[in-house]
T-cell receptor, first 111, second 111 residues
């Protein structure tokens, strides 16, 4: 968790509403990632960023968008939340020899 | 595409006994392999990695992993399990700019 915070930590929202999750890092790392964790699926990559304004899709990017306007912040937006997006969302950064370090997670419930 | 598989959803072991959590990989080129642990309601924590060099890699909390190229495996091991080792364990492989995670293995250590 060192150096990475996520907000909010918990959120309940209704189907069809937009939702934005924030990841903030304090250590100036270039790479940042958004994952979702679901039982039986492990962690699946949603989007990642390799620099300010540089982002790419992961394996489960449909229904999600991201933005990175400054190094320390990586935002994940659910444009119109659906019940299938109920999950725990983790942000991560890369340091050292490719290992990633994770934030504490955001538990999102879409009703 | 790079991938990892964790064939066991759950591993049960008695405290004091050795433990093994299995991981196999499929990669093109040389693999960069990782193990992570997740305690309840926490983010993932990095345990150890294999990039190159010795096939036996030592990591945090007394864990080690054995890289076996002929069997395409990277099993996590500990000589003597503790109840506090009970957690969810993930194997991962590096793909360009990101990590691909397995589905996870729940380790339960009984007193």
């Amino acid at each position: 968790d060192a150096g990475i915070t996520q907000s909010p930590r918990h959120k309940v929202t209704e189907t069809g509403t937009p939702v934005t999750l924030r990841c903030h890092q304090t250590e100036n790392h270039r790479y940042m990632y958004w994952y979702r964790q679901d039982p039986g699926h492990g962690l699946r990559l949603i989007h990642y960023s390799y620099g300010v304004k540089d982002t790419d899709k992961g394996e489960v990017s449909d229904g999600y968008s991201v933005s990175r306007s400054k190094t320390e912040d990586f935002l994940l937006t659910l444009e119109s939340a659906t019940s299938s997006q109920t999950s725990v969302y983790f942000c991560a950064t890369t340091r050292g020899s490719y290992e990633q370090y994770f934030g504490p997670g955001t538990r999102l419930t879409v009703t | 595409a790079q991938s990892v598989a964790q064939p066991e959803d759950q591993v049960n072991v008695a405290e004091g006994n050795p433990l093994t959590v299995k991981c196999t990989y499929s990669v093109s080129g040389n693999p960069y392999l990782f193990w992570y642990v997740q305690y309840p309601n926490r983010g993932l924590q990095f345990l150890l990695k294999y990039i190159t060099g010795d096939n036996l890699v030592k990591g945090s909390y007394g864990f080690e992993a054995e890289f076996n190229k002929s069997q395409t495996s990277f099993h996590l091991k500990k000589p003597s399990a503790l109840v506090s080792d009970s957690a969810l364990y993930f194997c991962a492989v590096r793909d360009t700019g990101k990590l691909i995670f397995g589905t996870g293995t729940r380790l339960q250590v009984f007193p």
